[in-house]
């Protein structure tokens, strides 16, 4: 269901259906996410970083995830096929997480 313009203004949130579940998002959330300098928050990290993305994510585009390892030092990207937003359970995830950790905390 879309609201209108003025019915999301009045409400002050908008409710989204996903895997069977409705989620409440206020106003204030969109508003955020305007309000989000993304170079400016990734410029203070100084650690490694890995990014994994889902090519198959439909709540995240790629190119965040893209312009957000140009931003950061010592970082990496790995982009998992046929992986949506949600990592359940992903052996790949875990073996890329485990392999991360076992090179950058030693």
């Known amino acids: 269901e879309r609201l209108s313009k003025e019915e999301f203004e009045r409400k002050g949130y908008v409710v989204k259906k996903k895997d069977g579940r409705e989620f409440i998002i206020p106003k204030r959330f969109f508003e955020e996410i305007l309000e ?18 889902g090519d198959k994510d439909d709540i995240v585009p790629l190119g965040d995830s893209e312009e957000g390892v140009k931003l950061l030092e010592n970082s990496k990207l790995e ?17 890329l997480s485990l392999n991360w950790f076992k090179e950058h905390l030693k």
């Open 36 to 53: 989000v300098n993304q170079k400016i928050i990734l410029s203070k990290i100084r650690c490694p970083v890995l990014i994994l993305h």
């Open 79 to 95: 982009v998992i096929k046929g992986l949506g937003h949600k990592f359940d359970g992903n052996d790949r995830v875990f073996e």
